[in-house]
């Protein structure tokens, strides 16, 4: 099993560019979450979706978008990249109520 | 804002030693407890969750609730450098989407 799958692993973009992170998990995961992490800070929750083809706004959605068209796939696009979306990128899933998230091994984003 | 507080650290304990990292919570309807570990440069995982209220023990670590107080707490028995890590506390109010709220973290350094 690989798990919660992140590509690209670090990219570095102009302000005004977009991109999309993709997260693909294959736990069969319901609930999936992107969120982000500035340095010294927590992690704050960006999206999140409880099954395909359902999404909603977390604590800091301005300026991204998801969709979840498949069980597996939970893509974060970011339109128009700003310096203050300089973070790192985690996306996370799971399983059944109460149970932890297991997390994707993150994107390293700049924006210049 | 529903928010998790975590003392600051850093925490520096000998090698041998008992960590004790401490966690508290706003929101009174918080069901699901959690502690992360995050090693420099690499995603959150999984250490340790709890429910109700006491203790829960796993090997070195031990996970203590007080649901009255707003409270968690995680001790490392016999901490090894190896511990040397970030540690995140998490909460979840549950209720389908079950969004976990992270503090900051106390960065935790184990000196051999």
């Known amino acids: 099993n690989a798990g919660v799958t992140q590509t690209p692993k670090f990219r570095i973009l102009k302000i005004g560019q977009s991109m999309t992170l993709q997260c693909t998990q294959d736990m069969n995961h319901n609930y999936m979450y992107w969120y982000r992490q500035d340095p010294g800070m927590g992690l704050k929750l960006i999206y999140y979706s409880v099954g395909a083809g359902i999404t909603d706004k977390g604590e800091v959605p301005n300026g991204y978008n998801v969709s979840r068209s498949t069980t597996e796939d939970f893509p974060l696009r970011l339109e128009l990249a700003a310096p203050s979306q300089t973070s790192v990128y985690f996306c996370a899933s799971r399983g059944g109520q109460g149970e932890g998230y297991t997390f994707g091994s993150g994107t390293r984003l700049t924006v210049v | 804002q529903k928010e998790v507080e975590q003392n600051s650290g850093p925490l520096s304990v000998p090698e041998g030693a008992i960590a004790s990292l401490n966690c508290t919570y706003s929101d009174r309807g918080s069901q699901s407890f959690f502690w992360y570990r995050q090693y420099s440069g690499k995603s959150p995982e999984l250490i340790m969750f709890?429910?109700?209220?006491g203790d829960k023990e796993d090997g070195r670590f031990t996970a203590q609730l007080n649901k009255a107080s707003q409270y968690v707490s995680l001790l490392i028995r016999d901490s090894q450098p190896s511990d040397s890590a970030t540690y995140l506390c998490a909460v979840s109010r549950g209720g389908g989407s079950e969004k976990l709220v992270f503090g900051k973290g106390t960065k935790l350094t184990v000196n051999p």
């Open positions: 709890m429910y109700s209220n």
